[in-house]
């Protein structure tokens, strides 16, 4: 059973620039959340998507942006990269339309922003 | 708003050790609670999880029970092992049932 997976696992960009970043979720999942979690820090929640439509957000700019394609899987776009927006990226899904909504986490992709 | 608080670390132990790490946390109603841990470049693995008061949820050796009346959700294990290192995360999902919020982390030493 596959479980969470994440790409690319590691990127570097520069200020200004536009980032995406993909996931793919659990078999059988059909909700993807995603979580910034800086050095040192507990993961913070950016936005969850369900049914292709962002579901909630967390204390995030416009900068940062997602999409849910129709076999779950989703990406995360940051524009305008700062230097802050360095840190580890996590990608979690659940399944919601069965009430099971224990998120389990990607292995991350680690944003260094320079 | 809701909040999770944990101890801060680190926290070191020899082998064979008995470990809590203490988890409190702020919320309306009765959130669910959870465990997860994270080993050293890698994402967060759930460890445990308990829905409603009075729940206890196990794994691997370690427990943690859902005590709604000092709103806590201490983590404990008997006998830690050196492969028990790693950083731990308490967690709470939200009023809204959608976001998990989380403490800032435990880092566990364990040495032999």
């Known amino acids: 059973d596959a479980g969470v997976t994440q790409s690319p696992t590691h990127l570097i960009k520069t200020r200004g620039q536009q980032v995406t970043l993909r996931c793919s979720p659990k078999s059988g999942h059909d909700t993807v959340s995603w979580y910034q979690q800086a050095l040192g820090q507990g993961p913070q929640f950016i936005f969850q998507?369900?049914?292709?439509?962002?579901?909630q957000r967390g204390n995030f700019p416009d900068r940062f942006s997602g999409h849910q394609f129709p076999n779950y899987s989703s990406e995360l776009n940051v524009n305008a990269l700062l230097l802050g927006d360095s840190a580890l990226y996590l990608c979690?899904?659940?399944?919601?339309?069965?009430?099971?909504?224990?998120?389990?986490f990607g292995p991350g992709t680690r944003l260094l922003v320079l | 708003g809701d909040s999770v608080t944990q101890m801060e670390g680190p926290v070191t132990l020899s082998e064979e050790a008995f470990l809590t790490i203490n988890c409190t946390y702020t919320a309306t109603g009765y959130p669910s609670l959870f465990w997860y841990v994270q080993y050293p470049g890698e994402g967060l693995q759930l460890l445990l999880k308990a829905t409603k008061a009075d729940d206890k949820g196990s794994n691997k050796g370690f427990e943690a029970t859902y005590r709604k009346e000092t709103t806590s959700f201490h983590l404990e294990k008997g006998s830690v092992q050196v492969s028990d290192s790693a950083v731990y995360f308490c967690a709470l999902r939200d009023q809204a049932g959608t976001a998990l919020i989380f403490g800032k982390g435990t880092t566990l030493s364990v040495s032999s």
């Open positions: 979690a899904s659940s399944l919601v339309a069965r009430g099971q909504e224990t998120q389990y």
């Open positions: 998507y369900y049914e292709e439509e962002e579901r």
